[in-house]
């Protein structure tokens, strides 16, 4: 059977344009993945260089397909965005961190904040700071112990609507960080009016530091930038010790990237937790 779905497919995708072809293919098996158990998160640490410690993690999201095997996020959350399926994955993945968090906090393993994805369709939608408030309530967990990555898209209208959101959940305890910080469209002007806490450092301007000076000249600003507006930052894709020497020279700088640990499903992180808190 598995060699005819493979027929069918190359039959298929020489009628139609394989994008097309994909979307109605992935769509179709997002909308069972949910029921069907195919959904799990795995947890990547984030650390602060000074001292190396772990101040928390973000959780991302992952697909295993009966057949397709492991779908990467950067092929399906864009299907789960445009089909409008985003909104009930995300709220899945915002209640099982939750969850998953409180049961580590009653474990005295939980270190710092989970942090979780939100998309834009998700986080517009009027009901979102009452699933917020749902999964926090239904898990236990405190608010103090989640973070939400939001990207700059989400601010290219600034409205009032979204500043009262962002307030909201950040009067609940709840730390927003900007995703991808460098690479939206949206002018700078919106940082000194929205109620952030972070900047990550989209991890293409890591690459090549620190010998690429555009690169360092890019992290340096938006480093100093962060520290003058009194916002955290971390820098995400670190793969080697040459970035981490780099960026150690900043106070308080954040990291999260393969030369700590890749993404670890439960129990790997658990472990990572218990090892961390040894030291
Ligand atoms: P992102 O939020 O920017 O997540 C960082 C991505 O970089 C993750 O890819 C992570 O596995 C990868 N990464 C971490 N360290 C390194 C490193 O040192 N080097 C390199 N090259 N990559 C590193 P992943 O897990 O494939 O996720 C891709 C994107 O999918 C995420 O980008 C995010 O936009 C989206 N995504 C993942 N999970 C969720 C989710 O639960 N909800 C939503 N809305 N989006 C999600
Ligand atoms: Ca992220
Ligand atoms: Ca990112
Ligand atoms: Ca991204």
């Given at each position: 059977?598995?060699?005819?779905g493979?027929?069918?497919?190359l039959?298929?995708?020489s009628?139609?344009?394989s994008q097309?072809?994909?979307?109605?293919?992935?769509?179709?098996?997002?909308?069972k993945?949910?029921?069907?158990?195919?959904l799990?998160?795995?947890?990547?640490?984030?650390i602060?260089l000074?001292?190396?410690?772990?101040?928390?993690?973000?959780t991302l999201l992952?697909w295993k397909?009966s057949?397709l095997?492991m779908?990467s996020?950067?092929r399906?959350?864009?299907?789960a965005e445009?089909?409008?399926l985003?909104r009930q994955?995300g709220q899945?993945?915002l209640?099982k961190?939750?969850?998953?968090?409180?049961?580590?906090l009653e474990?005295g393993?939980?270190?710092?904040r989970i942090?979780v994805?939100?998309?834009?369709?998700?986080?517009?939608?009027?009901?979102?700071v009452?699933e917020v408030?749902?999964?926090?309530?239904?898990?236990g967990?405190p608010?103090?112990h989640?973070?939400?990555?939001?990207?700059e898209s989400?601010?290219?209208?600034?409205t009032?609507?979204?500043i009262?959101k962002?307030?909201t959940?950040r009067?609940?305890g709840?730390?927003?960080s900007?995703d991808?910080?460098?690479?939206g469209?949206?002018?700078?002007s919106?940082?000194?009016?929205?109620?952030?806490?972070?900047?990550k450092?989209d991890?293409s301007?890591l690459?090549?530091i620190?010998e690429?000076?555009?690169?360092?000249?890019i992290t340096?600003?938006?480093i100093a930038?962060?520290?003058a507006?009194?916002?955290?930052?971390?820098a995400e894709?670190v793969e080697?010790?040459?970035?981490?020497s780099?960026?150690?020279?900043?106070?308080?700088?954040e990291a999260?990237g393969?030369?700590?640990?890749?993404p670890l499903?439960?129990?790997?992180?658990e472990q990572?937790?218990?090892?961390a808190?040894d030291?």
């Amino acid at each position: 059977a598995k060699e005819e779905g493979r027929n069918t497919f190359l039959f298929y995708s020489s009628e139609l344009t394989s994008q097309a072809f994909e979307y109605v293919l992935l769509k179709s098996a997002l909308k069972k993945a949910l029921d069907k158990e195919e959904l799990f998160l795995v947890y990547q640490p984030q650390i602060l260089l000074e001292d190396e410690s772990l101040i928390g993690m973000e959780t991302l999201l992952r697909w295993k397909h009966s057949e397709l095997g492991m779908v990467s996020p950067a092929r399906f959350i864009p299907i789960a965005e445009q089909s409008g399926l985003i909104r009930q994955i995300g709220q899945w993945v915002l209640e099982k961190a939750c969850a998953q968090g409180q049961l580590w906090l009653e474990q005295g393993l939980l270190v710092g904040r989970i942090a979780v994805n939100v998309s834009g369709p998700q986080f517009h939608a009027d009901s979102f700071v009452e699933e917020v408030r749902l999964a926090l309530h239904s898990s236990g967990l405190p608010a103090a112990h989640l973070e939400l990555e939001v990207t700059e898209s989400f601010f290219v209208q600034q409205t009032d609507t979204i500043i009262a959101k962002l307030e909201t959940l950040r009067k609940m305890g709840i730390k927003f960080s900007v995703d991808d910080f460098g690479t939206g469209y949206s002018s700078l002007s919106y940082l000194k009016k929205l109620p952030i806490d972070k900047l990550k450092i989209d991890q293409s301007f890591l690459h090549g530091i620190p010998e690429d000076r555009d690169n360092v000249a890019i992290t340096e600003s938006i480093i100093a930038l962060g520290q003058a507006l009194n916002l955290s930052v971390i820098a995400e894709g670190v793969e080697t010790h040459e970035q981490a020497s780099f960026l150690k020279q900043y106070a308080k700088l954040e990291a999260q990237g393969y030369l700590f640990s890749k993404p670890l499903e439960v129990a790997d992180i658990e472990q990572f937790m218990r090892q961390a808190s040894d030291r």
